[in-house]
């Protein structure tokens, strides 16, 4: 390191202790710090910007640039680094932060390839970087871990090393795969998260007791390139009430899924053509989503699911369905089966679930609605954007409580403020 730019740190230094921090009412702290270096590998500027329980840091460029961390409040709570462009973030480094910062948040650092997080950090974000390896301190207090936009390409084993771990969140990255296994020794971690990454494979290979089994609530992999789920790899996590699935390219669901805390499932946006699910007891399951698939038929075995309250079948390829495929919903209150291509619903039934409150139907390809024997009480079933071209209003069961038909050839929709022996039918034209 040049004499000279030494020298400019010790000035600034000498200068800068000599500065008055002013207090607002004893609660905000107002700190701006802009340093100039004339250094000829220098190209920003370091700025230090505080203000009541936060302090960003900008354009910290070097190890010696630490020095900044001297004049962070000791209100701060949470310090922001905008655009770093050091390529490691090591110990010395970042055990500058006083102690009584508990969050750090990193944006926009390109260069950043590799941190090593220190013991009393409780908050770690990592955003826009060209991360590819973390290390964490012995006896970690990191609760949330938080990255975007890296190159990390695999799972960070260090992560075992953060006995406190409560939220782990990867997305936009690069990583292929997941074993859980490596999450094992994770006994608080409630939350996986790994949306828009590059991942083929889940799995679990540990052949002992995970303490993992019993914290994880939720695991969110959305937007990554799945193909195929074994559901027995659920079955150990005995806490976890979420699956979300959703932007995959799943074709096949396999093995017996038996778990009795899981609530909501989202597999939408997937490849599914066919769907069994009689291998399945999920007692506590009331959110089941397929929208945007491709089933040409109901999933096997829907009448199992007695506590399903919403069942989304949206946006694939049905083109007939029956009422009697999920009769045995007991606890079903809404069931979409928009943008499908059904030609033909049958709900006259006797089998009917006894609790459905709302059918959606729109934009289909239906030409007539059978609505004449209703045996729930109140129904509200939505038509709208089909071909319907005749419909009998007076025929219709009196516990069709509200009707939309707006965008057919003939429009009879009413609502629960209006009286339907009074309305009248408008045909379409054009």
């Known amino acids: ?28 702290v107002c700190v701006r710090l802009v340093v100039v270096f004339n250094a000829v590998n220098r190209i920003a500027t370091l700025r230090l910007q ?12 070097s190890i010696e640039d630490k020095f900044t961390f001297s ?97 782990l969140q990867i997305r936009s990255c690069n990583i292929q795969q997941l074993d859980l296994a490596s999450l094992c020794e994770n006994a608080l971690l409630r939350t996986v998260i790994l949306t828009r990454n590059k991942l083929r494979y889940i799995a679990n290979t540990s052949t002992k007791q995970c303490a993992l089994y019993g914290s994880l609530s939720a695991i969110v992999l959305t937007g990554n390139r799945l193909k195929s789920i074994n559901m027995e790899l659920f079955n150990v996590f005995v806490q976890l009430d979420s699956v979300f699935l959703q932007s995959n390219r799943i074709t ?95 709900l006259n039934s006797e089998r009917f679930p006894r609790r459905l409150e709302f059918i959606n139907l729109y934009h289909n390809n239906l030409t007539s609605l059978d609505l004449s024997f209703i045996p729930v009480r109140s129904l509200k079933i939505d038509a709208s954007r089909n071909f319907i071209a005749s419909f009998d209003v007076h025929g219709t069961s009196a516990n069709v409580t509200r009707l939309a038909m707006e965008h057919n050839p003939i429009d009879c929709s009413w609502d629960i403020d209006t009286k339907r022996e009074q309305m009248q039918c408008k045909i379409q034209t054009g």
Not at 3 to 27: A, C, E, F, P, W
Not at 50 to 61: E, L, P
Not at 274 to 294: H, K
């Open 50 to 61: 505080c203000r009541t329980a936060s302090c960003a840091v900008y354009d910290f460029c």
């Open 71 to 167: 004049y962070i409040p000791e209100t701060t709570r949470r310090v922001y680094m905008y655009r770093s462009c050091i390529e490691r973030m090591d110990l010395p480094l970042l055990k500058g932060l006083p102690s009584f910062v508990k969050s750090l948040d990193i944006q926009r650092a390109t260069p950043l390839r590799w941190i090593s997080i220190p013991q009393t950090l409780k908050v770690l974000s990592i955003e826009q970087t060209s991360l590819r390896s973390i290390e964490i301190e012995a006896n970690s207090t990191l609760k949330h871990l938080i990255i975007a936009y890296c190159h990390l390409s695999t799972l960070p084993d260090a992560i075992r090393h953060a006995p406190m771990l409560l939220h």
């Open 252 to 346: 096949s669901l396999a093995g017996r899924f038996i778990h009795n805390a899981i609530a909501e499932l989202r597999m939408d946006i997937n490849r599914l053509a066919w769907v069994d699910l009689c291998q399945w007891s999920v007692p506590a399951l009331v959110w089941l989503s397929f929208d945007e698939n491709v089933l040409a038929e109901v999933p096997k075995c829907m009448n199992n699911f007695k506590n399903v309250t919403r069942l989304v079948l949206s946006s694939n390829v049905l083109s007939n369905f029956t009422i009697e495929s999920v009769a045995g919903m007991e606890h079903l209150v809404s069931l979409s089966l928009s943008y499908n291509q059904l030609l033909s619903v049958t």
């Open 1 to 28: 390191m040049p004499v000279g730019y030494m020298v400019r740190i010790l000035s600034l230094q000498n200068m800068l202790q000599k500065t008055t921090l002013k207090r607002i009412d004893m609660h905000v």
